[in-house]
């Protein structure tokens, strides 16, 4: 079952080139986004003025880099709420507003619960889903199936990936009915996704040389992820894979926000993993890495950048093929799953299974 892999989560890492291609390519022809075998009208996208996401987890962190990107790109505003509050919140919703549930299981209670509530108030809501025929699925207006094929690992790597995928999808789609791109641009879109999912292969290839890493900080305590824009969402996720399996205690953090009080738990050799793949705040992050570099940092950057100005500032670095900065998601994604995987079978824990998890949370 394994398929001669260790761990579940090791073979699912390696799924990814393969789990993108099945979920993107049947979908975008000559630069255009086709859902026609997702039965999907385009109807649900005509006239949206705004985009919810709501999920829970892994999912979330998927709705955080979608939020970048349809901002970024077709400029319809874009929340991303936890569902556990959202289902909570009394939202303002109306017809104009599209609703997008992100889950791989498709039974998360409180997933479930957020649709419902947008079913109700009368938005239009579209779901991202794995797990075919699922509660989620059954009950969104409709589905854009993600095609990882069973994920059994607890921590989510491909359905994250493919989520991701479904973000770019849904926001070309967007951009495509309400006329928010010419048709260059499509392409252009298109053509520089394909190029980003080709990085993958390229990242898997970089296992050996990230295992080294990881083996350096296999007995840290703590650890930090920073990033900014896209970087952000990629380096909740990143941490989100480390602390949950290896029992690191690490959060994530827009760099900027470093000042405003965690730098006081920066020490000697702590781990902190830098996201750089983001031209416009390039300087300003790596000022920031600067910072916790002089009080002691263990630094390692995932960039795709030419990091020559910046050497001397960061410990070790992971080189990971160049993409258009709004497609930097999969590369920096996959790089930081291995480092989370290696980092676990170090301290010799079982990867599969972190104790208190289950795969699908159907209760609140
Ligand atoms: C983390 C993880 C969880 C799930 C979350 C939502 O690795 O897997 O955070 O992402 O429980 O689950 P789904 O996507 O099934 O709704």
């Given at each position: 079952q394994k398929g001669g892999y260790d761990f579940f989560m090791q073979k699912e890492i390696y799924d990814q080139p393969?789990?993108?291609?099945?979920?993107?390519?049947?979908?975008?022809?000559?630069?255009?986004?086709d859902f026609s075998a997702d039965n999907i009208s385009d109807d649900i996208f005509k006239g949206v003025n705004r985009v919810i996401v709501t999920a829970c987890g892994t999912a979330w962190h998927a709705g955080l880099v979608g939020r970048h990107l349809i901002e970024a790109m077709i400029r319809i505003p874009v929340t991303v709420e936890l569902a556990s509050e959202f289902r909570y919140m009394n939202p303002i919703l109306d017809e104009h507003t599209l609703v997008v549930v992100i889950t791989q299981s498709g039974e998360t209670a409180d997933s479930l619960a957020a649709l419902r509530l947008a079913n109700e108030r009368g938005a239009k809501t579209i779901s991202i889903v794995n797990v075919k025929g699922s509660s989620i699925a059954r009950e969104s207006d409709y589905v854009l199936y993600t095609h990882a094929g069973p994920e059994i690992a607890v921590a989510s790597t491909k359905a994250f990936s493919v989520q991701c995928a479904g973000m770019y999808l849904i926001?070309?789609?967007?951009?495509?009915?309400n006329n928010l791109m010419t048709d260059e641009q499509m392409k252009d879109f298109c053509d520089k996704f394909e190029q980003a999912i080709g990085t993958v292969e390229e990242v898997l290839k970089m296992d050996d040389y990230i295992k080294g890493i990881s083996e350096k900080i296999k007995d840290t305590f703590s650890a930090f992820y920073l990033g900014r824009g896209l970087d952000y969402g990629i380096a909740c996720e990143a941490c989100l894979k480390l602390k949950e399996i290896s029992y690191v205690n690490a959060e994530a953090y827009c760099a900027g926000e470093l000042k405003h009080g965690t730098i006081s738990?920066?020490?000697?050799?702590?781990?902190?993993?830098?996201?750089?793949?983001q031209e416009n705040v390039l300087p300003k992050l790596m000022a920031n890495v600067e910072e916790v570099k002089a009080r002691g940092a263990?630094?390692?950057?995932?960039?795709?950048?030419?990091?020559?100005?910046?050497?001397?500032?960061?410990?070790?670095?992971?080189?990971?093929?160049a993409t258009d900065d709004l497609f930097a998601t999969f590369a920096s994604t996959v790089a930081l799953q291995l480092l989370a995987y290696h980092v676990t079978v170090f301290r010799g824990y079982d990867v599969d299974q972190p104790r208190n998890l289950a795969k699908s949370v159907t209760v609140e």
């Open positions: 393969e789990a993108l291609h099945n979920t993107i390519m049947p979908r975008i022809h000559n630069g255009h986004a926001a070309l789609k967007l951009a495509e009915v738990l920066i020490t000697e050799g702590v781990p902190i993993i830098a996201i750089a793949t263990h630094v390692i950057v995932v960039t795709d950048k030419d990091m020559s100005n910046y050497e001397g500032i960061y410990d070790d670095l992971i080189q990971v093929p």
